[in-house]
């Protein structure tokens, strides 16, 4: 039997330390990870077809109700554009958070689609995406980044962010607050 110095279990007592490092090593893996399938705010050739998968999960309503697949129309092609979401619920209201910032394409296409989309949860539901203003957008920030673990890495912020930490961010963070469409609109999905 081997035995330390400091006693028998003194061997025990350093094992939860390196059980640590390595899940923080891991947490940093995936993170990179991440970060590389949307270099440069695109996703790239293996977070497309990741993507697509995602979308088509959400969209089915197989997961929870904080994902979904979010549909708006392309500013340039004039088609229905489909991407997977994590939505954040504060207060009651249901939110979309841009992990990726101002200049990714979806966040544009509501922008010139006047907030109209679509969500899908199993069910299209048409959806008016009403752009939160800089100064409340910060716990919804906070709340996406506890509920969204793909979205971390992007923001920079852990889990548990503070609301200063989440304050930070929020005027290059657009966040949409999802209201249910007026059904005389006439919005097709």
Do not use: K
Request: proline fraction near 8%; include cysteine; hydrophobic fraction near 45%.
């Amino acid at each position: 039997m081997l035995v330390c110095s400091r006693g028998p279990w003194a061997l025990f007592a350093a094992a939860p330390r390196r059980q640590h490092v390595r899940v923080v090593a891991r947490r940093d893996l995936f993170g990179r990870y991440t970060r590389w399938m949307y270099r440069g705010g695109r996703p790239n050739a293996v977070a497309r077809p990741q993507n697509w998968l995602f979308r088509v999960l959400f969209g089915l309503g197989l997961w929870p109700r904080r994902v979904a697949a979010l549909g708006v129309v392309g500013r340039r092609s004039g088609r229905m554009i489909w991407l997977p979401v994590v939505i954040a619920d504060v207060g009651g209201e249901e939110y979309l958070v841009s992990m990726l910032g101002e200049g990714v394409n979806w966040v544009r296409n509501v922008r010139a689609a006047s907030g109209v989309a679509t969500l899908r949860r199993g069910r299209s539901l048409p959806v008016r995406l009403v752009e939160v203003p800089v100064e409340a957008r910060a716990p919804v920030i906070g709340r996406y980044v506890a509920v969204a673990p793909g979205g971390r890495p992007h923001l920079g912020l852990p889990s548990r962010a503070s609301l200063r930490q989440c304050e930070a961010l929020a005027p290059s963070t657009p966040v949409f607050r999802i209201v249910p469409a007026d059904p005389t609109s006439g919005h097709e999905t």
